[in-house]
């Protein structure tokens, strides 16, 4: 499933990246339900707090903006994030005795700041564009797998460990959410960049933001597996 036209060349030039994040032991310890529930647990709490800076970076991007429309919509993604996405972490969290202010207070792994920062960071030192190839990774990337794992499974598997994950980012909400941000991304690379955006010296800069994202999501699986 591709997410637009800016995203499927991202994707491909960093295509052995791509692999190792959306194939990574964690995700295929979701697949099989053969994912400790420690770890499990431990990555719902980390998401939660990614999710918390996540939430910011989407805040920015609407200062980062330059349309009305692309305001609307990192303000929707916004409230998306914070009202819908971060509920199935409380929820799941809950169910193990782990409620939300503990979530909100937990300590930082040392690959939630490095990815968290990162994509901030993006975002304050560039401009739209920089921010928005942060952030893809994460929201392709999740699409990506959820379809992935939905496919793998068969109908005995619906009750499966981990299929409330799954069918969240295998969801028709969330596909929505990858195709509308594939389509932000190529109107913004379009209104600043122009028609032939791999021909620019710009088109490299944000390649190599895109995969460092990417890189930094390898790293985050592995700190869900290994603490």
């Not at 910011?56 to 409230?79: C, G, N």
């Not at 619906?158 to 929505?176: E, F, H, L, M, R």
Request: charged fraction near 20%.
């Amino acid at each position: 499933m591709m997410y637009g036209t800016t995203f499927t060349a991202w994707r491909a030039e960093a295509a052995e990246l791509w692999h190792a994040y959306t194939h990574h032991p964690f995700v295929e310890g979701l697949r099989d339900g053969t994912l400790p529930r420690e770890a499990y647990l431990r990555y719902l709490v980390q998401d939660y707090v990614f999710l918390i800076h996540f939430s910011r970076a989407w805040a920015l991007a609407v200062t980062k903006a330059e349309t009305v429309d692309e305001m609307r919509f990192a303000a929707r993604t916004l409230d998306a994030l914070l009202n819908d996405e971060i509920a199935l972490h409380v929820a799941t969290c809950a169910n193990e005795g782990v409620d939300e202010a503990t979530l909100f207070a937990a300590p930082e792994l040392p690959q939630n700041i490095a990815y968290t920062r990162y994509v901030l960071d993006a975002g304050h030192s560039g401009d739209f564009l920089d921010l928005l190839a942060a952030l893809a990774p994460c929201v392709m990337g999740y699409g990506e797998i959820g379809l992935r794992l939905a496919a793998a499974r068969n109908g005995a598997q619906k009750n499966a460990p981990y299929a409330d994950w799954i069918d969240t980012y295998a969801g028709q909400g969330n596909q929505q959410v990858c195709h509308e941000v594939g389509a932000l991304l190529d109107g913004a690379i379009a209104r600043r960049v122009g028609p032939s955006p791999q021909q620019t010296p710009r088109w490299a800069t944000l390649s190599q933001r895109f995969a460092a994202a990417v890189r930094l999501e390898v790293g985050f699986w592995d700190m869900g597996l290994s603490g």
